[in-house]
């Protein structure tokens, strides 16, 4: 089992940025994908941006120059820097850890762009 456990959302101004952390525990493997989803209301999930242990980081067009996933192997931690923040960008952003077939989410953390 991985428990994921999200923290840094909040509510922001139009052009403000956020810092998202998750911190994994449990049974990790060391080859591992972390990343980000997220989820506005009555949209589907959609990828913010992955990285994997080998450091390879992959984003969703929307994100490319705004966003920058990053993470700490020795902390077992996965950032999201948020900048130019749109109001837009308001969702519920989830972190992933995914493994040898497996996936595990956090329980998600409120982002919220006011305009």
């Known amino acids: 089992q991985v428990q994921l456990v999200e923290s840094g959302g909040g509510l922001v101004q139009a052009g403000g940025s956020l810092r998202l952390s998750c911190a994994a525990s449990g049974s990790l493997f060391s080859i591992n994908v972390m990343g980000w989803y997220r989820q506005a209301p009555g949209k589907q999930r959609e990828l913010v941006a992955l990285?994997?242990?080998?450091?390879?980081?992959t984003y969703a067009d929307s994100m490319k120059g705004r966003f920058t996933i990053s993470r700490d192997n020795a902390k077992n931690t996965v950032y999201l820097q948020m900048n130019s923040l749109k109001p837009e960008d308001t969702a519920v952003y989830y972190c992933?850890?995914?493994?040898?077939?497996?996936?595990?989410w956090g329980q998600g953390t409120q982002v919220t762009v006011s305009s």
């Open positions: 990285i994997t242990s080998g450091g390879r980081t």
């Open positions: 992933n850890f995914a493994s040898r077939g497996l996936n595990y």
